[in-house]
């Protein structure tokens, strides 16, 4: 027989909570350790014996407790069950450690959560570039358009991963990311493209961060980018424009009708795949354009052109986008008709520099120039283009040759004007 059988049965009212007990009088069998008993469970076994409830009662700090330990099916015996008995009754008597279950438990489970922050560090602490690169790419391309995710796939692909990728992250130090754009400079890589190389990592690092794989300041915030000029030097003339969109409505009405807009009221490509009817206003000839590059809500106006167009769509739910793929679905990038329209127009024939091609972007930058050649003051033009500061809309500043001109003659009128009065000195001091 199993130890403990054979000795008195005791029946007892005060006891710790019973698992599988609905009764208030529990028959305590004593085992031969001292302040260890168990009860059997009236049915279910363990092996060829019935299965036991182990407790053990105590004195600590004046009063007597009891705790219940577990079943024999969970490993419990008597011998381990004197084994923890002694434990508690070891820490009450030193004051060193737990003097109940319920403290153990919690210190083991303080203990554990120490242990998983410790691995969380570690880990942080061993994540390459690669291994972050491999989470971040699917999300990227899940999220962004697709010429996006392709661009900083080639930054990663092409200069960062051949010298960072098994690095792990908190061991990439701005002076890693000044000799690759050492590296890219003597390729003769524009600084442009190492700009967007910088900012190809730097999106790994802000998603690093914001998924526990990184806990530092991000390094490309550290390094200086380099200058570049990258306002669009080339803009469409009306007639350009003309043959453009007449061209375009020839081939696909989708994309005329996106350049229409694009051109007359200044719109992103993402704006306008994210328009939805509720924020077309036909009476007031407003489109309401939310959640845009700045962050901010702002109101485009209507053109003539522009409301004719669509007050001739067919005019769908609040919530449904204006303009649709083929498929029924949302747009994500303009299809290569506008690519292979332009080609036809010859607009891009013999242009090396990025800065003077005509892509669909062009047509935002248009309206800007457009509106700065009438004379429409910078600040009119930034609301319109919905720029978050002045000096982004000043890289317009350049094409209105016209205005700066007559600022200078208002300067020599003044200068006349004053010599007029005998009020300029001349270079000797003489009148």
Not at 3 to 24: K, Y
Not at 264 to 272: D, Q, V, W
């Amino acid at each position: 027989m199993g130890r403990g059988f054979g000795l008195p049965i005791l029946l007892c009212t005060s006891h710790p909570t019973l698992p599988g007990r609905s009764d208030m009088a529990v028959a305590w069998i004593k085992t031969n350790f001292p302040g260890v008993r168990y009860y059997e469970h009236a049915t279910r076994k363990h092996g060829i014996q019935k299965d036991r409830y182990f407790a053990i009662r105590f004195q600590a700090e004046g009063k007597r407790r009891e705790e219940g330990l577990g079943w024999a099916t969970e490993g419990w015996t008597a011998s381990k069950a004197a084994q923890t008995l002694a434990e508690l009754k070891k820490a009450a008597a030193t004051g060193e450690g737990a003097t109940s279950l319920a403290e153990k438990r919690k210190q083991a489970e303080a203990k554990r959560q120490a242990e998983n922050e410790a691995r969380a560090i570690e880990e942080r602490e061993n994540t390459t570039l690669a291994q972050a690169w491999e989470k971040y790419l699917p999300v990227a391309q899940a999220n962004k358009a697709a010429h996006t995710a392709y661009a900083e796939e080639a930054a990663y692909r092409l200069w960062l991963s051949p010298t960072l990728a098994n690095k792990p992250l908190c061991d990439i130090k701005p002076i890693h990311l000044e000799r690759i754009k050492k590296t890219m400079t003597e390729a003769g890589r524009s600084a442009q493209t190492i700009r967007h190389v910088l900012a190809a990592l730097r999106q790994v690092f802000n998603f690093a961060k914001r998924h526990g794989l990184y806990a530092g300041d991000n390094p490309v915030s550290l390094v200086k980018k380099p200058s570049a000029d990258a306002r669009r030097l080339r803009f469409l003339t009306h007639d350009e424009a003309d043959r453009l969109l007449a061209a375009l409505a020839e081939r696909e009405s989708n994309v005329h009708d996106m350049a229409l807009l694009a051109l007359h009221c200044g719109l992103r490509a993402g704006e306008i795949f994210s328009l939805t009817w509720g924020d077309v206003d036909m009476e007031r000839g407003v489109l309401i354009l939310r959640d845009t590059k700045s962050g901010k809500t702002r109101a485009a106006y209507m053109t003539e052109a522009v409301a004719a167009m669509i007050g001739a769509m067919e005019r769908r739910g609040h919530n449904d986008l204006v303009f649709l793929s083929a498929n029924g679905g949302r747009i994500v990038q303009i299809t290569e008709t506008f690519n292979r329209v332009v080609a036809a127009l010859g607009f891009n024939n013999g242009v090396t520099d990025p800065r003077q091609k005509v892509v669909f972007h062009t047509l935002r930058h248009t309206f800007a120039s457009w509106l700065v050649e009438q004379s429409v003051d910078l600040y009119s033009v930034k609301e319109l283009m919905g720029h978050g500061t002045l000096a982004m809309t000043e890289r317009y500043s350049h094409l209105s040759p016209d205005k700066l001109r007559r600022a200078v003659k208002t300067l020599e009128a003044g200068m006349d004007k004053a010599r007029a009065k005998g009020k300029v000195l001349a270079i000797d001091g003489t009148r």
